[in-house]
C-alpha cells in the first residue's frame, strides 16, 4: 500500500513562513510527478505548485515569487516552502503524486489526507 502524509501546517500572521513536507511510502517503485494542491471553504481544490522527477517546477500565478517547491527522490519527499504568506493563503493543503506502485503495470494519483494552513490577519 502506498501513503502520502503530510506535515507542517500551522497558524502563522501574514508575512510569515510556513514549510511543509510531504513522504511517499509503501510499495513505491518511482514517483513522477508530486504537487501541492489547496482547498479554501467553499472553494473548489486547486493547484498550487508541481514538480517532476526532473524538478521542473509550475507555480499558480497567485503564489509564483512568494513559495518554492522541491524534491528529495531519495526520501520520496516534497516539499513546499511559503514566505509571505497572505490571509487568502488559508487553505487545507493536499499533497498530491504520480507513482508506480510495485508489481503494476501502469502509474497511479494519490493524495495526502491535507494538513491546514490558517494565516492571521
Known amino acids: 500500500q502506498v501513503q502520502l502524509v503530510e506535515s507542517g501546517g500551522g497558524l502563522v500572521q501574514a508575512g510569515g513562513s510556513l514549510r511543509l513536507s510531504c513522504a511517499a511510502s509503501g510499495s513505491i517503485f518511482s514517483i513522477n510527478a508530486m504537487g501541492w494542491y489547496r482547498q479554501a471553504p467553499g472553494k473548489p481544490r486547486e493547484s498550487v505548485a508541481s514538480i517532476t522527477s526532473g524538478r521542473s517546477t509550475r507555480y499558480a500565478d497567485s503564489v509564483k515569487g512568494r513559495f518554492t517547491i522541491s524534491r528529495d527522490n531519495a526520501k520520496n519527499t516534497v516539499y513546499l516552502q511559503m514566505n509571505s504568506l497572505k490571509p487568502e493563503d488559508t487553505a487545507v493543503y493536499y499533497c498530491?503524486?504520480?507513482?508506480?506502485?510495485?508489481?503494476?503495470?501502469?502509474?497511479?494519483?494519490?493524495w495526502g489526507q491535507g494538513t491546514q494552513v490558517t494565516v492571521s490577519s
Open positions: 498530491n503524486a504520480d507513482l508506480l506502485p510495485l508489481y503494476s503495470l501502469r502509474t497511479q494519483n494519490y
